[in-house]
């Protein structure tokens, strides 16, 4: 990939800029500096199960900082060369490498699933964790991982059972395995080092899968303190700053242009048809938990009669309390539409695990597990757990677990494009309208 990238770097400043390519110190300053770049962003350190929102992120980190870097050689060795031209130089660069890379995707996808590529893999152990990585093998053959079944020393009826696990290791060695899957709630801490020392021994990866626990988790960082190795148990991306700039940025522009072309006049509309309706404010603004769990006001658009329970009973399927329009604008989520006031003063997102009462936090911060990690990033609009169906009242308490488990998995893989993709389901979950919006 690296060659490719490069050959179309040269291939470009050669047809774009024949007289400059004559020049030493131009033809090594670029590939010097893309190389530098592509190490320090880690842009070819992508595998085959990495997910698209990375390869967007490292394709913009790269690209902003070979931009910087080819000004700003002009800028010190040809100041007064004409501007436009290098921006079409750089354009197509660009473009090229996208194309070559998306064309190479797609043709290692095929060719993966009609049989090449792949990579023999096998699982030691069974539990929840082992039937959802069985699951995700199985399902994801563009990915090239070819799973030969699983050892376990208790047979189950899902999936192909090779064995005992202390038969793994002649099969390893005999049928080419590429890579073993350990999971680490099956075997022993004695087992795991002999399966690395046999590992190491044959060249095969040994990769570890924690326990699943319904709740998907993200550990790896790891700092050193002087020479000691130190994990942090919880990483989340919008810990780094760029990121944290990048998702606010968002939530500004968007909020923005939300409230200038939409709200500036929708809202007076709205102002007259409630008050038509029912004596009372336009607005309701409720005291709910935010980022690092503290209060805010949260905006809405008043959708049921005035009344002394708003702030203690969660809305109810037929809820007597619900106006015919708020009926209308919670079906629609329109009454959900002032807290793009909120984003822009910057105590919610865009896009984030919803936020909920006061009474519920309290409530749900004791008997559900993992419920506060939803504060570790602001509330959202919107969110993961929304557009998978979970929103509106909590029946049952399967209901507050799945939200929970969608909420970690949201802010544990946090990307903008994310964001984008869940945005847009919104809306459309909007338009075709949402069984538990009322």
């Given at each position: 990939?690296?060659?490719?990238d490069?050959?179309?770097?040269?291939?470009?400043?050669?047809?774009?800029?024949?007289?400059?390519?004559?020049?030493?110190?131009?033809?090594?300053?670029?590939?010097?500096?893309?190389?530098?770049?592509?190490?320090?962003?880690?842009?070819?350190?992508?595998?085959?199960?990495?997910?698209?929102?990375?390869?967007?992120?490292?394709?913009?980190?790269?690209?902003?900082?070979?931009?910087?870097?080819?000004?700003?050689?002009?800028?010190?060795?040809?100041?007064?060369?004409?501007?436009?031209?290098?921006?079409?130089?750089?354009?197509l660069?660009?473009?090229?490498?996208?194309?070559?890379?998306?064309?190479?995707?797609?043709?290692?996808?095929?060719?993966?699933?009609?049989?090449?590529?792949?990579?023999?893999?096998?699982?030691?152990?069974?539990?929840?964790?082992?039937?959802?990585?069985?699951?995700?093998?199985?399902?994801?053959?563009?990915?090239?991982?070819?799973?030969?079944?699983?050892?376990?020393?208790?047979e189950?009826?899902?999936?192909?059972?090779?064995?005992?696990?202390?038969?793994?290791?002649?099969?390893?060695?005999?049928?080419n395995?590429?890579?073993?899957?350990?999971?680490?709630?099956?075997?022993?801490?004695?087992?795991?080092?002999?399966?690395?020392?046999?590992?190491?021994?044959?060249l095969?990866?040994?990769?570890?899968?924690?326990?699943?626990?319904?709740?998907?988790?993200?550990?790896?960082?790891?700092?050193?303190?002087?020479?000691?190795?130190?994990?942090?148990?919880?990483?989340?991306?919008?810990?780094?700053?760029?990121?944290?700039?990048?998702?606010?940025?968002?939530?500004?522009?968007?909020?923005?242009?939300?409230?200038?072309?939409?709200?500036?006049?929708?809202?007076?509309?709205?102002?007259?048809?409630?008050?038509?309706?029912?004596?009372?404010?336009?607005?309701?603004?409720?005291?709910?938990?935010?980022?690092?769990?503290?209060?805010?006001?949260?905006?809405?658009?008043?959708?049921?009669?005035?009344?002394?329970?708003?702030?203690?009973?969660?809305?109810?399927?037929?809820?007597?309390?619900?106006?015919?329009?708020g009926?209308?604008?919670?079906?629609?989520?329109?009454?959900?539409?002032?807290?793009?006031?909120?984003?822009?003063?910057?105590n919610?997102?865009?896009?984030?695990?919803?936020?909920?009462?006061?009474?519920?936090?309290?409530?749900?911060?004791?008997?559900?597990?993992?419920?506060?990690?939803?504060?570790?990033?602001?509330?959202?609009?919107?969110?993961?757990?929304?557009?998978?169906?979970?929103?509106?009242?909590?029946?049952?308490?399967?209901?507050?677990?799945?939200?929970?488990?969608?909420?970690?998995?949201?802010?544990?893989?946090?990307?903008?494009?994310?964001?984008?993709?869940?945005?847009?389901?919104?809306?459309?979950?909007?338009?075709?309208?949402e069984?538990?919006?009322y």
């Amino acid at each position: 990939m690296t060659s490719i990238d490069l050959s179309i770097i040269n291939g470009v400043m050669c047809y774009m800029n024949p007289v400059l390519y004559l020049d030493l110190v131009y033809i090594l300053f670029f590939n010097a500096a893309w190389l530098l770049i592509s190490f320090n962003n880690q842009f070819y350190n992508l595998y085959r199960n990495a997910r698209p929102s990375k390869a967007v992120y490292l394709i913009i980190a790269q690209f902003s900082t070979f931009f910087l870097a080819y000004f700003t050689y002009f800028g010190i060795f040809k100041e007064g060369n004409a501007v436009n031209d290098q921006l079409v130089t750089l354009l197509l660069i660009y473009s090229l490498i996208v194309v070559s890379k998306l064309s190479i995707v797609i043709l290692l996808k095929g060719y993966r699933i009609a049989g090449g590529n792949y990579r023999n893999v096998i699982i030691i152990g069974e539990d929840e964790s082992v039937s959802v990585l069985r699951k995700y093998f199985n399902s994801r053959l563009e990915l090239g991982y070819r799973l030969k079944g699983y050892f376990s020393d208790t047979e189950n009826n899902e999936g192909k059972f090779l064995g005992k696990i202390s038969e793994s290791f002649n099969f390893a060695k005999e049928n080419n395995i590429d890579e073993i899957y350990l999971s680490m709630n099956s075997i022993s801490k004695e087992q795991i080092k002999e399966f690395e020392i046999f590992a190491d021994n044959n060249l095969i990866t040994l990769k570890l899968v924690p326990d699943y626990k319904g709740v998907f988790r993200k550990m790896e960082a790891v700092q050193y303190y002087d020479y000691l190795p130190v994990i942090s148990f919880r990483q989340l991306p919008l810990d780094d700053v760029f990121r944290r700039f990048i998702k606010r940025l968002f939530d500004i522009v968007f909020s923005g242009l939300v409230i200038t072309l939409l709200l500036s006049w929708l809202i007076p509309i709205i102002a007259i048809l409630i008050r038509w309706e029912s004596k009372g404010p336009i607005f309701f603004k409720q005291k709910r938990d935010g980022l690092n769990g503290r209060a805010f006001g949260c905006y809405k658009f008043r959708s049921m009669k005035s009344n002394t329970q708003a702030n203690e009973i969660q809305a109810t399927k037929q809820d007597a309390r619900i106006t015919k329009m708020g009926a209308f604008m919670r079906k629609t989520s329109i009454d959900e539409l002032p807290q793009f006031i909120n984003v822009l003063i910057g105590n919610m997102s865009v896009v984030g695990p919803r936020p909920h009462m006061l009474q519920h936090t309290q409530e749900f911060s004791k008997s559900v597990n993992k419920y506060m990690v939803r504060h570790f990033v602001k509330p959202g609009i919107t969110g993961l757990a929304q557009i998978k169906g979970y929103r509106g009242e909590i029946k049952v308490k399967t209901d507050i677990n799945n939200r929970v488990k969608f909420d970690v998995f949201y802010l544990e893989n946090w990307s903008l494009i994310l964001d984008v993709r869940i945005v847009l389901q919104t809306v459309s979950n909007a338009i075709s309208g949402e069984e538990n919006a009322y």
